[in-house]
Protein backbone atom coordinates (compact mmCIF):
# COMPACT_ATOMS: atom_id res chain seq x y z
CA UNK A 1 0.00 0.00 0.00
CA UNK A 2 1.29 3.42 -0.98
CA UNK A 3 1.78 5.65 2.01
CA UNK A 4 2.53 9.59 2.06
CA UNK A 5 2.50 11.50 5.27
CA UNK A 6 3.40 15.55 5.23
CA UNK A 7 4.26 17.07 8.50
CA UNK A 8 5.93 20.04 9.84
CA UNK A 9 3.95 22.34 8.96
CA UNK A 10 2.29 25.02 11.66
CA UNK A 11 1.90 28.88 12.64
CA UNK A 12 4.49 31.37 11.63
CA UNK A 13 5.58 35.07 11.64
CA UNK A 14 5.78 36.16 7.88
CA UNK A 15 9.67 35.99 7.22
CA UNK A 16 9.84 32.67 9.63
CA UNK A 17 10.95 29.41 8.27
CA UNK A 18 9.66 26.05 8.87
CA UNK A 19 10.72 22.78 7.11
CA UNK A 20 8.10 19.98 5.83
CA UNK A 21 8.91 16.19 5.60
CA UNK A 22 7.07 13.49 3.46
CA UNK A 23 7.88 9.97 4.54
CA UNK A 24 6.62 7.56 2.21
CA UNK A 25 6.19 3.95 1.92
CA UNK A 26 4.92 1.29 -0.73
CA UNK A 27 6.63 2.04 -3.52
CA UNK A 28 10.29 2.61 -4.84
CA UNK A 29 11.07 5.75 -3.50
CA UNK A 30 14.45 6.47 -4.99
CA UNK A 31 13.10 5.47 -8.94
CA UNK A 32 9.95 7.99 -8.54
CA UNK A 33 9.18 11.55 -8.82
CA UNK A 34 8.00 12.99 -6.11
CA UNK A 35 6.81 16.57 -4.50
CA UNK A 36 4.92 19.36 -3.15
CA UNK A 37 1.46 20.94 -3.98
CA UNK A 38 -0.52 23.36 -1.80
CA UNK A 39 -4.10 24.75 -1.97
CA UNK A 40 -4.89 27.58 -0.47
CA UNK A 41 -9.02 28.26 0.80
CA UNK A 42 -10.53 29.17 -2.16
CA UNK A 43 -8.30 28.31 -4.56
CA UNK A 44 -6.97 25.80 -6.86
CA UNK A 45 -4.53 22.91 -5.83
CA UNK A 46 -0.58 24.44 -7.31
CA UNK A 47 2.55 23.04 -7.80
CA UNK A 48 5.33 24.46 -5.39
CA UNK A 49 8.22 22.30 -5.92
CA UNK A 50 9.16 18.98 -7.62
CA UNK A 51 12.23 16.52 -7.98
CA UNK A 52 12.44 13.80 -10.25
CA UNK A 53 14.76 10.14 -9.35
CA UNK A 54 17.91 12.26 -11.58
CA UNK A 55 18.03 15.08 -9.21
CA UNK A 56 15.37 17.10 -11.79
CA UNK A 57 13.98 20.16 -9.64
CA UNK A 58 10.79 22.27 -10.52
CA UNK A 59 9.76 25.14 -8.61
CA UNK A 60 7.16 27.23 -8.93
CA UNK A 61 7.81 31.23 -9.61
CA UNK A 62 6.62 32.26 -6.38
CA UNK A 63 8.64 30.04 -4.43
CA UNK A 64 12.14 30.66 -6.35
CA UNK A 65 14.69 31.18 -4.03
CA UNK A 66 12.84 31.08 -0.91
CA UNK A 67 12.11 27.03 -1.10
CA UNK A 68 14.37 24.44 -1.08
CA UNK A 69 13.29 20.52 -1.88
CA UNK A 70 15.83 18.03 -1.08
CA UNK A 71 15.05 14.15 -1.28
CA UNK A 72 16.83 11.40 1.48
CA UNK A 73 16.43 8.17 -0.98
CA UNK A 74 18.26 6.38 2.00
CA UNK A 75 15.05 7.68 4.35
CA UNK A 76 12.54 7.56 1.70
CA UNK A 77 11.80 11.11 2.81
CA UNK A 78 10.96 14.13 0.65
CA UNK A 79 11.42 17.63 2.37
CA UNK A 80 10.66 21.62 1.33
CA UNK A 81 12.69 23.96 3.47
CA UNK A 82 10.86 26.84 3.39
CA UNK A 83 12.37 30.42 4.28
CA UNK A 84 10.91 34.04 4.02
CA UNK A 85 7.71 32.64 3.91
CA UNK A 86 4.73 35.54 3.38
CA UNK A 87 0.81 34.91 4.51
CA UNK A 88 0.15 33.88 0.54
CA UNK A 89 1.88 30.82 1.81
CA UNK A 90 -0.65 29.86 3.95
CA UNK A 91 -1.91 26.47 2.58
CA UNK A 92 -2.42 22.91 3.45
CA UNK A 93 0.81 21.28 1.48
CA UNK A 94 0.62 17.71 0.34
CA UNK A 95 2.98 15.53 -0.90
CA UNK A 96 2.45 13.23 -4.16
CA UNK A 97 4.52 10.59 -6.21
CA UNK A 98 4.65 8.64 -9.34
CA UNK A 99 6.74 6.63 -11.84
CA UNK A 100 6.64 9.75 -14.65
CA UNK A 101 8.10 13.37 -14.47
CA UNK A 102 5.54 15.69 -14.64
CA UNK A 103 6.95 18.75 -12.82
CA UNK A 104 4.42 20.78 -11.17
CA UNK A 105 1.38 19.27 -13.03
CA UNK A 106 -0.67 17.79 -10.83
CA UNK A 107 -0.76 14.13 -12.68
CA UNK A 108 0.68 12.12 -10.10
CA UNK A 109 -0.60 8.91 -9.39
CA UNK A 110 -0.27 9.11 -5.79
CA UNK A 111 -1.49 11.34 -3.04
CA UNK A 112 -1.15 11.83 1.05
CA UNK A 113 -2.74 14.22 3.42
CA UNK A 114 -1.77 17.54 3.61
CA UNK A 115 -0.14 19.62 6.66
CA UNK A 116 -1.33 22.88 7.29
CA UNK A 117 0.88 26.04 7.06
CA UNK A 118 0.03 29.20 7.96
CA UNK A 119 1.47 32.23 7.74
CA UNK A 120 0.75 35.91 10.14
CA UNK A 121 1.16 39.11 9.06
Known amino acids: EVQLQASGGGLVQAGGSLKLSCAAS????????IGWFRQAPGKEREGVSC???????YYADSVKGRFTISRDNAKNTLYLQMNALKPEDTAVYSC???????????????WGQGTEVTVSS
Open 26 to 33: GFAFDDYS
Open 96 to 110: AGGPKWVAGRDEYDY
Open 51 to 57: TSADGTT
